[in-house]
């Protein structure tokens, strides 16, 4: 932490979770862990959840008051549009504040360009500070309270955007002399790296602009962010991932989408990542285990749950070599059984059982090589894909064609994301190092690069900023990406449904309820498998989402109040289905201002 003007310390930490933990008890039952708390001023709610050997579970919850006796809040949104114009209420807290006694607040920032201003205001009273012209980035903005002795510093941050429907874009380049990145509205993050990094970059910068509520999805978003902050140096902050929304608590094993069935795949898969920690390991484990131990389980389903344990690090390689014997399994058994046993370190054995199924369905395309086992096009896929991790952990000969081929030719259906971005973390540990030497000019001044031992050189360029190549030793590409408004062709409309919005309320006002009225119309001609339909909804910067109103008494008659499902920032999810197409939610006006 850092130290605060009056001798205090800033709190720059204000996680919405403090701490996830699987821990295990002793044979009394007890347990013990310590952590240290973020240092936001609230209540935390503790919750616990235990499951045993037999599979009884139970749960508990506690709050854990945090506070201190002087502390300055403000009402500040986490990202805003350009256009807003917010005012931020800030206030002092806390026991040692009397009404009477003043209380002075410092307000600024930089990057805002917002010199220092100072306002007096008496102990239970609000300042109302009027930020200036939001411009696009990440701005950072320092709020101090002080009373007598005591004082409190907050330095908060928030992102300003052109549009909170942004899509990420990422283009890969050859660079030469001469080589200027595209023009772009916003800022650009230009990556400079030899021809394997770069197209490793590009792929999770792909899984990282990646949008969805899928489990593997949203693992997928996680992972790359994480694999880009470690192998190409970025700073780029992890998105929100609960893992408790998706893993059931009666089963142990994780859905699709949250509060969903268990899906044996995904789950699987999930548990051969790097985030196989952020789950209840215990739980997953006997979910697998479960399906291993029961007869009536098709071959696939225990292949797949070996294939998970291998994953949670458990001791299965004897249980794999057996059934990679048995006569009964199919050649994707044997994939998956190839999978387990490279993970579990049985390299000879990995290989026997992948080369019988690529000797009989691997196909050579130009440089792409992909298997024909399946009875579809999807099929073909996700055993190319299953495939491809298999060669990349060998390290193959057609290791790289298997990966082109799945990166090229990914359907949109398919859930996998989560295995495709494990896949490049494998093939990052093993790419070969190219030395080159990139010089440019940028904006009058010129800059020279030697990339040594497989690192990347990445900069920020701007909208104005005069950028060019100069000179290049050696084989360079370059990956650029930035967001973007998508364009009519992305938003790819239908006839066959149509969505209106519509508003009311009573008085506006920061104690007001905003109701908000979604009717969707879903044609007869949407495909029958169709069942379920994902509406988004876009609430402005100035208001949060309401989920209790209580007994607020203006909108008690509210009949067709639904809950979103997912909360993404400013972005809240609901689902719909032809038999349920209008439904209601409510907003809350948080602070005054002007808001697209």
């Known amino acids: 932490e850092a130290e605060g003007g009056g001798g205090w310390d800033t709190r720059t930490d204000f996680p919405d979770q403090a701490f996830y933990k699987t821990v295990v008890t002793d044979e009394t039952g007890h347990a013990q862990l310590s952590f240290t708390l973020p240092d ?7 919750n616990v959840h235990a499951i045993d050997g037999e599979r009884y579970a139970s749960n508990d919850f506690s709050n854990l008051i945090v506070t201190q006796p002087f502390f300055v809040t403000t009402v500040l949104n986490d990202e805003y549009l350009v256009g807003d114009q917010p005012i931020m209420k800030v206030r002092a807290f806390g026991d040692a504040v009397q009404a009477e006694s003043p209380v002075t607040i410092t307000v600024s920032s930089d990057s805002l360009g917002m010199e220092t201003q100072q306002f007096t205001v008496q102990g239970n009273e609000s300042a109302n500070v009027a930020l200036p012209a939001l411009t696009e980035g990440i701005h950072s903005i320092e709020v101090t309270a002080e009373s007598g002795e005591y004082g409190d510093t907050i330095v908060q941050q928030f992102a300003v955007r052109n549009s909170f429907m942004a899509i990420g874009r990422v283009e890969e380049f050859a660079v030469a002399v001469g080589w200027q990145p ?15 990094k770069t197209q490793a970059y590009q792929r999770l910068s792909d899984y990282r602009y990646h949008y969805g509520d899928r489990a593997d999805q949203q693992a997928a978003r996680m992972i790359a962010t994480q694999l880009l902050n470690e192998h190409f140096e970025m700073d780029f902050a992890e998105p929100a991932f609960v893992p408790s929304q998706y893993q059931l608590a009666d089963t142990g094993g994780v859905g699709i989408l949250p509060y969903g069935e268990a899906d044996l795949t995904v789950s699987a898969h999930l548990a051969a990542s790097r985030l196989r920690e952020e789950f209840d390991q215990l739980s997953l484990k006997q979910y697998f285990s479960g399906i291993v131990d029961d007869s009536t389980q098709t071959s696939l389903r225990q292949a797949q749950a070996l294939y998970g344990l291998a994953g949670l690090q458990q001791p299965v390689l004897l249980d794999t070599q057996s059934m990679a014997q048995r006569d009964d399994i199919t050649d994707t058994d044997r994939l998956y059984l190839a999978a387990t046993l490279a993970q579990l370190g049985d390299f000879s054995g990995a290989q026997n059982l992948y080369t019988k199924v690529f000797n009989e369905y691997g196909k050579q395309v130009e440089e792409y090589w992909y298997l024909t086992l399946g009875v579809d096009e999807h099929e073909q896929f996700e055993n190319t894909l299953l495939a491809s991790y298999v060669a990349t952990i060998l390290q193959l000969p057609e290791a790289d064609g298997l990966y082109s081929y799945v990166q090229r030719n990914r359907p949109p259906e398919i859930v996998l994301d989560v295995m495709a971005v494990n896949i490049i973390e494998q093939r990052l540990e093993h790419l070969p190092e190219i030395e080159a030497t990139i010089t440019y000019q940028r904006s009058g001044e010129e800059y020279q690069h030697t990339f040594e031992g497989g690192k990347s050189h990445q900069l920020v360029v701007l909208p104005d900023d005069q950028f060019k190549v100069t000179e290049l030793v050696g084989d360079v590409k370059a990956v650029v990406s930035y967001e973007a408004q998508p364009t009519d062709q992305e938003l790819n409309t239908s006839e066959s449904m149509s969505i209106q919005r519509r508003y009311e309320m009573t008085t506006f006002n920061e104690d007001a309820l905003v109701k908000v009225y979604i009717d969707t119309s879903l044609n007869g001609d949407l495909p029958d498998y169709d069942q379920r339909y994902q509406v988004i909804d876009i609430i402005p910067a100035g208001m949060r989402l309401v989920t209790s109103i209580g007994d607020h008494s203006d909108f ?8 979103p499902y997912h909360i993404d920032g400013q972005l809240v999810s609901f689902y719909v289905s032809k038999n349920d197409t209008s439904f209601e939610y409510y907003l809350r006006p948080i602070q005054k201002g002007t808001f697209t």
């Open 182 to 196: 595209p023009k772009t509205d916003a800022s650009a993050t230009v990556v400079f790296a030899d021809r394997y």
């Open 556 to 563: 008690q008659s509210s009949t067709n109040l639904k809950r």
């Open 40 to 46: 936001s001023i609230t209540s935390w709610r503790v």
